[in-house]
T-cell receptor, first 110, second 113 residues
Framework: TQLLEQSPQFLSIQEGENLTVYCNSS?????LQWYRQEPGEGPVLLVT?????EVKKLKRLTFQFGDARKDSSLHITAAQPGDTGLYLC??????????FGEGTQLTVNP | EPEVTQTPSHQVTQMGQEVILRCVPI?????FYWYRQILGQKVEFLVS????????KSEIFDDQFSVERPDGSNFTLKIRSTKLEDSAMYFC???????????FGPGTRLTVL
């Protein structure tokens, strides 16, 4: 069974600060997706990374896939209150299923 | 922007009853999935479906569960005899390619009493 561990579980920061969320596994993934989920809603896809070492940027969000495709990170620059939410990483193996992490609950205080 | 839709948003049922959860995937997507999320827990994979067949299923997806694509647009999850522990959010997802870039619907909250 593949496991994805996210850290930290909870993060509370002030507006304008930078932060990094980590997603680690002992398994190799074909791809890794990052989602954001609001309470009572479905996960919303932010980005997909496929190639080891790949870096993708989405405005103030930077996503990196580890060289060995076992880990990933999400870095947010100059966080804003609108960034508050639950960030999930999900790894895809050789089949079709996504294995989700527990999530990082981010709170950005004004 | 195309999106996955799900109905109903909330379903309340008695233990032992059958429920059907409905989904309309994104129209040009070929791969369909069901996931569930028990309150306070991780999102868990149930099943994937392609070309009118189950591609992969998890250990959760036992004989009480079934999936169907009854027409060109709908994708359904049937739970034959609901149990208390089936109470969860059920998410439908679809993708254009196998496994990758799965887009999720808003979910159906199933409450089994």
């Amino acid at each position: 069974t593949q496991l994805l561990e996210q850290s930290p579980q909870f993060l509370s920061i002030q507006e304008g600060e930078n932060l990094t969320v980590y997603c680690n596994s002992s398994s190799v993934f074909s791809s890794l997706q990052w989602y954001r989920q609001e309470p009572g809603e479905g996960p919303v896809l932010l980005v997909t990374v496929v190639t080891g070492g790949e870096v993708k940027k989405l405005k103030r969000l930077t996503f990196q896939f580890g060289d060995a495709r076992k880990d990933s990170s999400l870095h947010i620059t100059a966080a804003q209150p609108g960034d508050t939410g639950l960030y999930l990483c999900a790894g895809e193996t050789s089949g079709s299923r996504l294995t989700f992490g527990e999530g990082t609950q981010l709170t950005v205080n004004p | 922007e195309p999106e996955v839709t799900q109905t109903p948003s909330h379903q309340v049922t008695q233990m032992g009853q059958e429920v059907i959860l409905r989904c309309v995937p994104i129209s040009n997507h070929l791969y369909f999935y069901w996931y569930r999320q028990i309150l306070g827990q991780k999102v868990e994979f149930l099943v994937s479906f392609y070309n009118n067949e189950i591609s992969e299923k998890s250990e959760i997806f036992d004989d009480q569960f079934s999936v169907e694509r009854p027409d060109g647009s709908n994708f359904t999850l049937k739970i034959r005899s609901t149990k208390l522990e089936d109470s969860a959010m059920y998410f439908c997802a679809s993708s254009a390619y196998l496994g990758i870039e799965q887009f999720f619907g808003p979910g159906t909250r199933l409450t089994v009493l």
